[in-house]
C-alpha cells in the first residue's frame, strides 16, 4: 500500500506549494497597491493623494463620483484655490473654492474662508460652531488634477455595501480555486 | 500559465498606467496650447469701480464695503477642446498693519462656453470687502483677475493679470 501514501504525500505537497504560491501572489497585489498610495503620497505631499468628490457642491466644475488628485507644498494657498479640508467633528473632507485669505505679517500665518461654486453661501455654516476660518491645519491639499467617473466605483461600495462583499467573494474564491 | 491574480493585477495595472499616460497627454497638450507664461498677454480685461455703495463698520468693528464695478473681459483664447469650463473672480488685493496679505474674492462667474468667453458687464459685489478690522478708510486696494480653467480630464490651471488700483473713501458712508 506503500504507493498510495506516496501519491498522497505528493499531492499534498503540491496543494502547500499551490497554497503558498496563491498567498505569495495575493500579497504581490496588495503589496504593489500599497507602494502606489504610498509613493503618491510621497511625490504629493499629501496624506490622502487621491480624493473622490461626494457632493455637487463644486458643479458643474465637479460632479459626483469624479476624482481629485491632490497635492500639498510649501506654497501658502491663495484665493481661487480649490483646497479639501477637514472640519473638527466631521468624519468627511470637504473639496470647495478658497473666497478669501487674510495672512499675517511675521507668522505668515492664514486664515481662509471658503465656498463652493454651486452654493449661495459661504462655508461658516459648514465650519464648526463659532468657528470663522480654517487654518493651515485644517488643510489636507489642493486640487491640481481632475478625473471623471472613475470615483463612482467606490462610491458604489461604500453605498452598496453587498457589492464589495460580493466582488471580495468572487475574488477569493477564484484566487482559492484557480490552478498554475 | 498564469494564475487568475496575476492576470488580475496585470489587468488592473496596466489600465492604471493607460489612464495615468491619457491624464498626462492631455495636460501636455493643454500647455503646449496655452504657453502659461504667455497666457496672461491673450486674455483682455479691465474693471472700474463706478459707485461705493455701501462703506461702513460692522458692530464688531470691520469694515464693510459694497462696490459697484464695470467688467470688460475677453478670455476665448483659454478654451482648448480639452476645456469643461472656466472660472474667472475679481479679487480685492491690499496690505494691512495686521495682515501682510488680503485677498478677498468680490465677484466671480463661471463660463461654460467660448461664445460667452467675451462680455461686459455692469456688477455689484457679490461678496462684500470685510475687513478683519477697521483698515479699510483711504486704503488703496488692487483689483485682480483670476482664471482657473477647469480641463475635461487632466491638470487644472490658474494664472491672474492685475487690472487696476483704487483708493477708498476717507469717510464711512
Not at chain 1, 495575493?26 to 496624506?47: D, F, H, P, Q, R
Not at chain 1, 460632479?63 to 480649490?82: A, C, H, S, W, Y
Not at chain 1, 473666497?99 to 507668522?107: A, C, G, L, P, S
Not at chain 2, 489600465?15 to 496650447?33: E, H, K, P, Q, R
Amino acid at each position: 500500500m506503500g504507493w498510495v501514501a506516496d501519491s498522497l504525500d505528493s499531492i499534498r505537497s503540491c496543494q502547500i506549494r499551490h497554497v503558498l504560491t496563491q498567498i505569495v501572489s495575493l500579497g504581490m497585489i496588495v503589496t504593489s497597491a500599497l507602494i502606489v498610495w504610498k509613493g503618491l503620497t510621497y511625490v504629493t505631499g499629501s496624506e490622502s493623494p487621491v480624493v473622490v468628490v461626494l457632493s455637487g457642491s463644486m458643479e458643474p466644475g465637479f460632479k459626483r463620483g469624479d476624482i481629485l488628485f491632490l497635492q500639498m507644498n510649501k506654497d501658502p494657498i491663495r484665493v481661487g484655490e480649490i483646497v479639501v479640508f477637514n472640519v473638527d467633528g466631521r468624519d468627511i473632507p470637504i473639496v470647495h473654492r478658497v473666497i478669501k485669505v487674510h495672512e499675517r505679517h511675521n507668522t505668515g500665518e492664514i486664515q481662509i474662508l471658503t465656498k463652493g461654486d454651486n452654493n449661495n453661501d459661504d462655508d461658516r455654516v459648514l465650519y464648526a460652531y463659532g468657528q470663522l476660518w480654517l487654518e493651515q491645519h485644517h488643510i489636507m491639499g489642493r486640487a491640481v488634477g481632475f478625473l471623471p467617473y472613475v470615483g463612482w466605483v467606490t462610491i458604489i461600495m461604500t453605498e452598496k455595501p453587498i457589492f464589495k462583499y460580493l466582488l471580495i467573494g468572487a475574488l477569493g474564491l477564484l484566487i482559492i480555486t484557480s490552478k498554475e | 500559465m498564469h494564475s487568475f491574480a496575476y492576470r488580475l493585477n496585470t489587468l488592473l495595472t496596466f489600465s492604471l498606467l493607460l489612464l495615468a499616460v491619457l491624464f498626462g497627454a492631455a495636460s501636455f497638450l493643454d500647455a503646449f496650447n496655452s504657453p502659461l507664461s504667455a497666457s496672461s498677454s491673450h486674455v483682455q480685461a479691465s474693471a472700474q469701480v463706478l459707485k461705493v455703495n455701501r462703506f461702513r463698520r460692522q458692530l464688531n468693528g470691520a469694515d464693510e464695503v459694497s462696490l459697484t464695478f464695470n467688467v470688460s473681459l475677453d478670455v476665448q483664447p483659454l478654451f482648448t477642446w480639452n476645456t469643461k469650463q472656466v472660472f474667472v473672480f475679481l479679487a480685492a488685493e491690499y496690505e494691512t498693519p495686521k495682515n501682510a496679505l488680503n485677498q478677498i474674492s468680490l465677484w466671480d462667474h463661471i463660463i461654460l462656453d467660448k461664445d460667452q468667453a467675451k462680455f461686459q458687464t455692469k456688477v455689484t459685489t457679490k461678496y462684500p470687502l470685510i475687513d478683519q478690522g477697521s483698515n479699510l478708510r483711504g486704503r488703496k486696494v488692487d483689483l485682480i483677475l483670476h482664471w482657473h480653467v477647469m480641463p475635461k480630464t487632466g491638470r487644472m490651471i490658474r494664472d491672474k493679470l492685475h487690472l487696476s488700483d483704487f483708493h477708498l473713501p476717507e469717510a464711512y458712508t
